[in-house]
């Protein structure tokens, strides 16, 4: 029974229409994931749904219970922070060193706290959750994959139902998360945060200084400490002098490859009257949140950063970042990014000055639309087409269309030299044509599906059409775990299983026969 009706927050349009679409979405798969930028609101709409699940009447095989889960203790002060603004939802802590309030029906949980406190060897405690929301959930999703296992366990032994589990992300791409989550729901997209004014655009500007970029060796998603090291030695003096030049004024973050060239950052930005401190991982929790209030509320001008500031972080009066170290992943990027996209008191949009190439070399900017899909763990499984970018030879701005906003025009010969030529005011590739859009694996799957069903074949030789599909458009496929076709779900057929030699037109009740 409900003893008392919890005020909801206010919504945003977008963010009711994103509550709507995540609530179906529960019911019907019971594992989602909630894609939105950040800055679009992520902690508001969990809030929201944390609180209309407070607001109805506890049903059989209930708990009445539910968690907010994060991965790292500041993001729980974080979300205790989000939380305790009006209006208020009352919550416990799940964390170590904290005082514990089990009387709350909501509680905000570290996910190392909740693995210590209720494993051992099988899940320990009868007090379970209906409702778990994974905040950041492309971040070490096995602990989280681990926990959840052993709850639902429990749940199943206390005769109560599985968790529903809502994953929140602006960058859902990760090891495993096909193997937990069932869809994606996207929500608006960063150019249309932008247009809206949600979000603060950014602009683009190559450093003059750049790292030693030759000497970069890729190592996966990233590239090898020692490359990095390598690269960026020495750039102190020259990111200061760039820092003078495109983005003094600005309350400025700074992502460093090391501890040791983040340190010689800051001591030559104070030798040279500009205020700037540290932050790398050995920083405790409170003096990291002291750095951060202090940087918003322009008590320094510059933060440099090894590690700490490249998610879940609110400091929206960034108005400059500087990456004075390179990144391999998209991923990566926009999370870096991220950072200064939030709208600020004090700056109209956001300066990235960029001395690793991580922007030419991804072609990517914070405002591309990316195709998230559950299947993707790495760049190279992205189905999205990047889009060039130039850098201006004449004030180094990077941005795509026919002219700079400084007046210049790149000649034929500098558009040449990049590669690129303009068609129709937009920059592509020269010698060819605009790409399509690259499909991804569901809709890869359910063609090979249709087509191995009209043609009497079996579920094999579906998957070799589907991974036909895949390597004309570049991409490696990989069989959805799970399939919306029309109004049913279909499951993928385990490796091995007699199944996998059946016709298709026999299999899942001849939807494609």
């Known amino acids: 029974m409900v003893n008392y009706i919890i005020e909801l927050p206010t919504l945003r349009d977008y963010q009711t229409e994103n509550v709507q679409a995540v609530q179906k979405a529960l019911m019907r798969h019971r594992r989602v994931i909630d894609c939105m930028p950040t800055g679009g609101g992520k902690t508001t709409v969990a809030k929201y749904i944390l609180g209309s699940k407070l607001n109805r009447e506890i049903q059989p095989g209930q708990s009445g219970n539910a968690v907010f889960a994060v991965q ?19 919550h416990g802590v799940a964390m170590s060193g904290r005082k514990r309030t089990w009387h709350n029906r909501v509680q905000v949980g570290s996910i190392d706290s909740m693995l210590s406190w209720y494993l051992d060897g099988g899940y320990k405690s009868e007090h379970t959750y209906d409702l778990i929301i994974n905040d950041e959930c492309d971040n070490h999703n ?27 992300s602006a960058t859902p791409m ?31 500007v190559q450093a003059v200084h750049q790292g030693k970029l030759d000497r970069l060796k890729a190592a996966g998603e990233g590239y090898t400490a020692q490359s990095l090291a390598a690269a960026f030695e020495g750039l102190a003096g020259d990111l200061v002098s760039d820092w003078k030049q495109l983005g003094q004024g600005r309350p400025t973050l700074g992502f460093f490859s090391r501890v040791s060239y983040s340190k010689d950052a800051c001591q030559m930005l104070n ?45 929206p009066n960034i108005g400059c970042i500087q990456l004075a170290t390179a990144v391999n992943s998209i991923k990566k990027l926009i999370q870096m990014l991220g950072r200064g996209a939030r709208l600020s008191t004090t700056h109209s949009d956001c300066q ?14 914070f405002e ?23 850098a201006c030879p004449s004030c180094g701005r990077q941005y795509r269309g026919g002219s700079c906003t400084c007046g210049y025009e790149p000649t034929p010969k500098e558009r040449k030299a990049v590669g690129l030529e303009f068609v129709a005011g937009e920059l592509v590739e020269i010698s060819k044509q605009a790409k399509p859009k690259k499909q991804s694996c569901e809709d890869i799957w359910r063609q ?39 109004n049913k779900t279909i499951t993928a057929i385990p490796f091995g299983d007699p199944d996998g030699g059946r016709r298709v037109a026999s299999l899942y009740d001849g939807i494609f026969a």
């Open 352 to 365: 990235v000055i960029d001395h690793g190439g991580s922007i030419a070399r991804l072609n990517t900017f």
């Open 142 to 168: 096995s602990k989280f994959q681990k926990f959840v296992e052993a709850h639902d366990k429990k749940r199943l032994e206390l005769g109560l139902h599985p968790a529903y589990v809502m994953g929140l």
């Open 271 to 315: 030798a040279n009257g500009i205020s700037a401190r540290h932050v790398d991982g050995e920083t405790d929790d409170d003096e990291r949140k002291r750095l951060f209030e202090g940087l918003n509320a322009g008590e320094f001008q510059y933060l440099c950063n090894v590690g700490v500031v490249d998610r879940g972080t609110d400091i």
């Open 368 to 390: 591309d639309e990316i195709e998230w899909v559950l299947q993707a763990e790495k760049t190279k499984d992205l189905t999205h087409e990047p889009r060039p970018v130039i």
């Open 174 to 204: 990760a090891k495993g998360l096909a193997g937990l989550y069932k869809t994606i729901v996207k929500g608006p997209s960063v150019q249309w945060l932008i247009d809206n004014g949600h979000l603060k655009p950014m602009r683009y």
């Open 448 to 486: 090979a599906l249709y087509a191995a069903g009209k043609s009497n074949r079996t579920y094999k030789q579906a998957i070799g059409i589907a991974r036909g599909k895949a390597e004309k458009q570049g991409t490696k496929f990989r069989v959805p775990s799970r399939l919306d076709v029309g």
């Open 72 to 90: 790292k203790r500041g993001l729980v002060d974080n979300a205790i922070q989000s939380f305790s603004k009006e209006p208020k939802l009352a």
